[in-house]
């Protein structure tokens, strides 16, 4: 698909617009024209009436991902301050599972101290607490080693070196050694199981390193792109008699005409002897009427008939396309621009007013037009949708990387939604709560999965049995509501929707969008997004590309924890892929129930397996 625009004007432009004019072909005269298009440069086209240059269709896609990549202030689904789930009809049955498992946690407590006497049995605590000093130091280097992200900025920033390809080559072994490092330290210590699991915890920072240095390196692809335009502009500029006081004179004059213009009538104006129909045609009802007073503008409305209405509604959409012809008369920018790779997600916080176009984009000299176009388009590149509009580079700073640090998110961007308070009562609440969570994930495991273990010659039915309800109770715990609404009250992050109802799935593919959107969205830009417009892979293939890179970081994670390579995990990620296929078929799709039920067997069948 390409979008056209021709180089001769309509027989009724004004001649202060063109230069010169031309006569359109004979209508009955046919030019057959075979030519081959690029989709990548303007393609210049000579026919009889004159020049056309058609231009790459370019795609809405990156338009698309960013209103899919939104912040904006909301909470989560079952946070006490969403009205929905407050007044859902089932809201009581939450509260009854908190109940069930405060009765368990204290029916095993009692059993403990009857048969220990102590409240809980310490063999997992002294797993736990097992080398602390040691692993408190470790992970205190890794968080201190992601600060490497700022002077690799700074570098891109200076134009030491460009982001493509010395930058990425840099950031990428970067990134190899921090994640080599934290595997090789916790295989060097032997570490139980539970000390390699917090190991493992700065590893989910790795996503967020990797947006903060690849968004920043194509905002500074795009910073340098625009001072390559505004060099263009000058060294055009310098060779046009008058330079750029006479390019602005003839850029405003032509832009005034523009503005002037009045196009033809449209179809069913109302003419000269149709009466319109406008505020002062109603009147009030004079004092002392009766109630069956019927205004002149509802009678004149009724002889008319409904095509007033129509009338009168098109020459307001008439006018309202006058207001915007000068607008619509500039040009596209070139097509080829590092336009859009950044994603620069945008959110509804009192987004920054666009600028205005740049006066120089109305010239009648092309070139400089476009130049002017292009440098509107990738100076509001660089600037925030936020409230305040902060400009790359002016984010550059270990300030603006530390809180990005406490930012519950693994995407990056300039700025985000904020709130404009930060309530103590609510940072308690999530600190009792996270308290309260682990106690629970303790007992359950100490108490229901530990002495569960599978010994060698148990059957996987056995081990199914065994464990499957108390993983996944665990597994209902470990949730982002205590942690990440607490960092997100901490640092005024508004956008806390870090989950959604994933309990209610039918698909699978709808399990990986609402059960961690953190993650979901990450993936979702620096995965699928990443891999459409560099390699140009389709949808699907995007879509595979997706599922394996994530199940990969996820049999990673098992390899450190558990020291095995066992891909099971893999290949349980790797079979949603047929199973969202399934879950696309009309009998699943009318059957939600069913849906929810496969769903559920296939995720608490899982666990066991782990």
Request: net charge positive; charged share 15%.
């Amino acid at each position: 698909m390409v979008s056209t625009r021709s180089s001769s004007r309509p027989p009724d432009t004004p001649p202060a617009l063109s230069s010169k004019q031309t006569t359109p072909p004979i209508a009955d005269e046919s030019v057959e024209m075979v030519t081959t298009l690029s989709k990548t440069k303007d393609n210049v086209i000579n026919t009889p009436g004159g020049i056309i240059h058609v231009r790459p269709y370019r795609s809405s896609s990156n338009a698309q991902l960013k209103a899919v990549l939104s912040f904006t202030p909301r909470v989560s689904s079952l946070d006490r301050t969403n009205e929905r789930s407050q007044n859902d009809q089932f809201r009581g049955f939450f509260v009854l599972f908190w109940f069930g498992l405060a009765l368990l946690f204290l029916r095993t407590s009692m059993q403990s101290w009857e048969e220990n006497r102590t409240p809980l049995s310490w063999t997992f605590g002294r797993l736990i607490t097992g080398d602390a000093l040691v692993l408190a130091i470790s992970d205190l280097v890794m968080v201190l080693a992601m600060f490497f992200c700022v002077p690799f900025v700074k570098g891109l920033q200076y134009r030491w070196y460009k982001y493509s390809w010395t930058g990425l080559i840099i950031q990428h072994t970067f990134q190899t050694v921090y994640l080599g490092t934290a595997v090789w330290w916790g295989w060097h210590r032997q570490w139980y199981w539970v000390q390699s699991g917090f190991l493992v915890l700065p590893h989910a920072i790795t996503p967020q390193m990797h947006s903060y240095m690849a968004h920043n390196g194509m905002l500074a692809t795009v910073y340098f792109q625009l001072q390559e335009e505004k060099r263009q502009l000058d060294e055009v500029i310098t060779h046009i008699d008058g330079g750029r006081e006479q390019l602005l004179a003839e850029a405003a004059e032509r832009k005034a005409q523009l503005e002037a213009m009045e196009g033809p009538t449209p179809v069913g104006t109302p003419g000269p002897g149709t009466p319109a129909l406008t505020s002062r045609t109603s009147f009030s009802a004079p004092s002392g009427t009766s109630s069956g007073y019927e205004d002149p503008a509802s009678i004149l409305k009724k002889q008319l008939g409904p095509s007033a209405e129509i009338r009168q509604r098109t020459s307001t959409a008439a006018k309202k396309k006058k207001k915007n012809q000068a607008t619509d008369s500039l040009p596209d920018p070139r097509p080829n621009l590092p336009l859009g790779t950044s994603l620069e997600p945008s959110h509804g916080t009192l987004p920054h007013e666009r600028a205005p176009p740049s006066p120089l984009a109305w010239s009648s000299n092309e070139q400089v037009a476009l130049l002017a176009r292009n440098i509107d388009a990738m100076q509001e590149e660089l600037i925030s949708n936020g409230g305040t509009g902060l400009v790359w580079p002016q984010n550059v700073t270990y300030r603006h990387f530390l809180d990005f640090m406490f930012f519950p998110t693994l995407v990056y961007q300039l700025e985000y939604p904020r709130t404009k308070t930060m309530r103590p009562l609510v940072v308690l609440e999530k600190v009792v709560a996270t308290l309260g969570t682990f106690s629970l994930i303790y007992t359950i495991t100490e108490h229901y999965i530990m002495p569960m273990i599978p010994k060698p010659g148990d059957s996987l039915f056995k081990s199914f049995i065994n464990l499957a309800l108390p993983m996944m109770v665990n597994y209902l715990l470990i949730i982002f509501e205590c942690v990440c609404t607490g960092f997100a009250e901490l640092s005024y992050f508004a956008d806390r929707e870090f989950y959604q109802d994933w309990w209610n799935s039918t698909t699978w593919d709808e399990f990986s969008r609402k059960w961690n959107k953190p993650v979901y969205t990450f993936l979702l830009r620096h995965v699928y997004a990443s891999t459409i417009s560099g390699f140009r892979l389709s949808r699907s293939s995007a879509a595979f590309v997706t599922f394996f890179v994530s199940a990969l970081c996820h049999e990673l994670v098992m390899a450190v924890v558990t020291k095995k390579i066992r891909p099971y995990l893999f290949l349980m990620q790797m079979a949603q892929l047929p199973m969202i296929a399934l879950g696309k078929l009309p009998a699943v799709k009318k059957n939600k129930t069913v849906g929810n039920i496969v769903f559920w067997m296939g995720l608490m069948s899982g666990f066991p397996l782990l």
